[in-house]
């Protein structure tokens, strides 16, 4: 996992110092080449934080269309449709899409090619569940309050949110990419007409321990 955060982190600070932030994640997918060993957010199963949160909390939100943001190789996505969701997913790569559905050929999920800077204007409010996770901390600080403003848009009247992200103090260094997000800077989905209605910071007992947020937001009707 070193060497492969290592090469990522490397293809991500030469794509930023460049000016073009958001070129490195086709870089990465593509130079790998089918091997998921080289992508280090690919656990190959669903995100565990994801897991807990379906089994303890979701009781109450209704299973109708749901968007998966920065969706990777797809195993969260595969969750969702799994427990009866109707579910669109997409990313900014297209090796990456393309590798969902050829890792997931008789899958109902739509694996869609799209950058969240440039989406279509049919997905502003028409999802009853979005789910981010860790797409915001790979984003430059600079871009992520208007990526909050995306992501919270694809959210309909009454539909619920699902934000998964590292988390720091704003006295903590802000390391390295992944960046983690400071509470204030997710608070930016406050001011996009949702309420944060369960958030909590926790640390996943990784090698090295890592401090999560994990917040899940409803749009006001
Ligand atoms: C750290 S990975 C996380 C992937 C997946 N959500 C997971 O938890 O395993 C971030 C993903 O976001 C995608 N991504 C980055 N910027 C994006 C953008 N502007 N629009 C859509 N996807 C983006 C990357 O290609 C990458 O697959």
Known sequence: MAGQRKKAR????EAVADGRPLDWFEELYSQVAGDESGIPWADMCVNPNLATWLEDRC??????SALVVGCGLGDDAEELVSLGWDVMAFDTSTTCIDWCRKRF?????KYL???LFNA???W???FDFVFESYTLQVLPPDLRSSAIKLIANFVSPGGRLLVISRGRDA???PGQMPWPLLREELNGFCNCGLNAIHFEDYIEHEEPPVRR???????RT
């Open 10 to 13: 490397q293809l991500a600070n």
């Open 59 to 64: 009781g109450s939100v209704t299973r109708q």
């Open 105 to 109: 050929p008789n899958s109902s999920v």
């Open 113 to 115: 090619a799209a950058d």
């Open 120 to 122: 279509p204007p049919e």
């Open 124 to 126: 502003q409010r028409a």
């Open 171 to 173: 006295t903590d260094d």
């Open 213 to 219: 947020f994990r917040v899940e937001y409803q749009r």
